[in-house]
């Protein structure tokens, strides 16, 4: 789904390789800039590829896939959220919670308070 991974339903190619970089690095997260310069892209012809076949900017898809792994790992494991937070590549607890309950409309802690 878009916004998790859309690796599976990509041909091989820039914007696969792309989406590899993002997927490996969401603990510390890689500049736009960096990730074309890494499959030989200016930033721009990047943005436009994403658009494209995804929807939506790099940097929207960057924060997305990290707010789904932060989900799954809220959900699944019994992480402290600050651990949760900033192994998703945030940088404080705070701007996480307020990203994450601006994407899925509940705070991380009432997630996993909600057992759901």
């Known amino acids: 789904p878009k916004g998790a991974s859309a690796l599976a339903s990509l041909p091989d190619g820039p914007l696969r ?3 590899q970089a993002m997927e490996s ?15 030989n892209l200016s930033t721009r012809q990047l943005e436009r590829l994403f658009a494209r ?5 790099p940097q929207t898809y960057y924060r997305d896939l990290r707010l789904h792994r932060a989900r799954t790992l809220i959900e699944r494991s019994p992480m402290a959220l600050t651990e949760i937070a900033l192994s998703c590549g945030f940088e404080t607890p705070s701007h996480f919670s307020r990203v994450f309950k601006r ?8 997630l996993r308070a909600s057992g759901l």
């Open 25 to 39: 690095a969401l603990e510390a997260p890689l500049p736009t800039a960096e990730i074309a310069r890494g499959v």
């Open 17 to 19: 390789r792309a989406l």
């Open 53 to 57: 076949y995804l929807g939506k900017s």
């Open 103 to 110: 994407r899925y409309g509940v705070t991380p802690h009432a």
